[in-house]
T-cell receptor, first 112, second 114 residues
Framework: DAKTTQPTSMDCAEGRAANLPCNHS???????VYWYRQIHSQGPQYIIH???NNETNEMASLIITEDRKSSTLILPHATLRDTAVYYCIVRPLNNAGNMLTFGGGTRLMVKP | DAGVIQSPRHEVTEMGQEVTLRCKPI?????LFWYRQTMMRGLELLIY????????DSGMPEDRFSAKMPNASFSTLKIQPSEPRDSAVYFC????????????FGPGTRLTVL
């Protein structure tokens, strides 16, 4: 699977948009971008995934650059409960069993 | 659905003892994963099963670790004998096994080996 690079930590003010970047410059054509987050003392939680088009769901939006070498996860109105470690993962579509390789992630701190 | 269930939530044992961690996946999911998380190494995949069959156990650290899935609703991860360096949070996750299937994680078992 392609490697990803994320900032170690970020801060965001409550109520503002949190934009979490991820570089995946070696991504190949059949690899999807997945985002998970892990709130303290809990198991990771799926957020969103995409291939090349921008995606939006009730939790977040995913913006993928045209060359697919980077992406941004957007939490439009961050709350204190969004404080967590956010993991960007790239995975082939035909990855048997949906194996995920977690990197270090970005520790997002939402502040009042 | 109650989600992925893991037991025990906390386990404290002494070095050399056998430890068994248990997982009940979400009903209808046919893929099951065991992960280990430590501060030093982050979240690591140990082994995963598809339709109760172990598919990839390359992440299992050594022969002291073993995992079984006797049926679709139950899996165990056993460490025998346990060592202090096995102290970690162990997560179980399940998914539908389709190409897009997201993984649903359990609450984890915090293992401390003294």
């Amino acid at each position: 699977d392609a490697k990803t690079t994320q900032p170690t930590s970020m801060d965001c003010a409550e109520g503002r948009a949190a934009n979490l970047p991820c570089n995946h410059s070696t991504i190949s054509g059949n690899e999807y971008v997945y985002w998970y987050r892990q709130i303290h003392s809990q198991g990771p939680q799926y957020i969103i995934h995409g291939l090349k088009n921008n995606e939006t769901n009730e939790m977040a939006s995913l913006i993928i650059t045209e060359d697919r070498k980077s992406s941004t996860l957007i939490l439009p109105h961050a709350t204190l409960r969004d404080t967590a470690v956010y993991y960007c993962i790239v995975r082939p579509l035909n990855n048997a069993g949906n194996m995920l390789t977690f990197g270090g992630g970005t520790r997002l701190m939402v502040k009042p | 659905d109650a989600g992925v269930i893991q037991s025990p939530r906390h386990e404290v044992t002494e070095m050399g003892q056998e430890v068994t961690l248990r997982c009940k996946p979400i009903s209808g999911h046919n893929s099951l994963f065991w992960y280990r998380q430590t501060m030093m190494r982050g979240l690591e995949l140990l082994i995963y099963f598809n339709n109760n069959v172990p598919i990839d156990d390359s992440g299992m650290p050594e022969d002291r670790f073993s995992a079984k899935m006797p049926n679709a609703s139950f899996s165990t991860l056993k460490i025998q004998p346990s060592e202090p360096r096995d102290s970690a949070v162990y997560f179980c996750a399940s998914s539908t096994g389709t190409s897009f299937g997201e993984q649903f994680f359990g609450p984890g078992t915090r293992l401390t080996v003294l």
